[in-house]
């Protein structure tokens, strides 16, 4: 079963704008990671928070979580075409922390 | 350092067929996970092997699926027989020792059921 909702499904924007997208789970986590996906190809792991984390950054990536509210944010700053990929959350729960439950995923498109 | 290798990359059968797909993990990496991705969907693990022993298969369906890690390095999938909704894509995931946070994947065996 999936653990996380991702919203919104999909995303299209411009090179240059910011992408936000969220994610919404179930069960107390470890930790939550963010993967991303292009077409055909597998997934890239991005950044990982754990729970007692509320914010991370990598690079143009910033990542944040609520465990009040069970929930995740991914935000990509200044977006490029490259960006384009379908983007997942995944969680690790409590006690069974190498295994991973993903989200439905965004879809994100960015256009020149 | 080489990624998790994957094959084939595409396969086509006809169901009540049967199919094969086989993982070589990043070299050191006792952890290995198999995942099923149904179009439009997130990856679901299927099974996760640490060095050649099962650690988790509650989603396996053992009744047509089955797994082995032979010496703890490469690894097969099988499904037999299959079924149209065994359409997705599979794929191999790897973890290095005491690190199991990431997983590193493959690119995925698209399989076709028709």
């Known amino acids: 079963s999936q653990q996380g909702e991702e919203d919104p499904q999909a995303l299209s924007i411009q090179e240059g704008e910011n992408a936000t997208m969220n994610c919404s789970y179930k069960t107390s986590i470890n930790n939550l990671q963010w993967y991303r996906q292009n077409s055909g190809r597998g997934l890239v792991h991005l950044i990982l928070i754990r729970s007692n984390e509320r914010e991370k950054h990598s690079g143009r990536l910033r990542v944040t979580l609520d465990t009040s509210k069970k929930s995740s944010s991914l935000l990509i700053t200044a977006s490029r075409a490259a960006d384009t990929a379908s983007y997942f959350c995944?969680?690790?729960?409590?006690?069974?922390?190498?295994?991973?439950?993903f989200g439905t995923g965004t879809r994100l498109q960015v256009t020149l | 350092e080489a990624g998790v290798a994957q094959s084939p990359r595409y396969k086509i059968i006809e169901k009540r067929q049967s199919v094969a797909f086989w993982c070589n993990p990043i070299?050191?990496?006792?952890?290995l996970y198999w995942y099923q991705q149904i179009l439009g969907q997130g990856p679901k693990l299927l099974i996760q092997?640490?060095?050649?022993?099962?650690?988790?298969d509650s989603q396996l369906p053992k009744d047509r699926f089955s797994a082995e890690r032979l010496k703890g390095v490469d690894s097969t999938l099988k499904i037999q027989p299959a079924k149209l909704e065994d359409s997705a894509v599979y794929l191999c995931a790897s973890s290095p020792p005491g690190l199991t946070d990431t997983q590193y994947f493959g690119p995925g065996t698209r399989l076709t059921v028709l």
């Open positions: 092997f640490q060095n050649n022993g099962v650690v988790d």
């Open positions: 070299s050191g990496h006792a952890t």
């Open positions: 995944a969680t690790a729960n409590t006690g069974t922390a190498s295994k991973l439950t």
